[in-house]
């Protein structure tokens, strides 16, 4: 008769090899280490693969990719997005993160963009150990803080290459934000194409470049 194997709870077992419970779980899923499940329903660890694992090992089994994240707000800022890309992926490869570079045109205040949504699917799915920005409002102008609470609900580190100051253009795109937000709430109110439109938008556009 075959001794059983020993197992240990999925707390303990995390805490032997110094992951989260949350790191442990997602493993378990997708299959990169053996559990069972108790009588009682619970997830069970094996000892001994809990024992081979080594600290390489762990790195292994992770897996998770790091995405640099770059956005500028227009058109015209295009060679402003491609050299922000480069920083990111110097930063990163120098890092000896394997990586993937996620780039977005469009404002701080849109929170529909393509490259976004791509981030925050793939944040939310566990394939994400870290986002790299080149500035904080790189992500969104504001709003930031509920994508970075979720970077830490999924594990996710958020490393942010420049803490201390703002590019030298944070006050340009500010204003293309606020323009942009005009026009949309406008066009609600008046219609795109209305004469009224088009009059709140100019005194409105002026004056906020004016405040400038």
Known sequence: METPEVTMSIGDAAKELGVSVITLRRWADSGKIRSER?????????????KRITPRELGTLDGRITINYARVSSHD????LIRQAQVLEAFSSASGWQYETIQDLGSG??????????LLKRIMQGDVA?????????LLRFGSEL???????????????NRSSEELSFEQELVTDMIELITVFS???YGSR???NKKLIDGMTQAVKDVS
Do not use: W
Request: hydrophobic residues 35%; contains cysteine; glycine residues 4%.
């Open 194 to 196: 209305s004469r009224k």
């Open 130 to 138: 870290r986002l790299v920005l080149t500035h904080k409002d790189r």
């Open 187 to 189: 066009a609600r109110l």
């Open 77 to 80: 800022q295009k060679q402003d």
């Open 38 to 50: 108790s009588p009682s329903g619970q997830r069970r660890f094996f000892l001994t693969d809990i």
């Open 109 to 118: 205040l849109n929170y529909n963009k393509k490259g976004l949504q791509k």
């Open 147 to 161: 994508v970075f609470a979720m970077c830490e609900e999924f594990e996710t580190e958020v490393v942010i290459i």
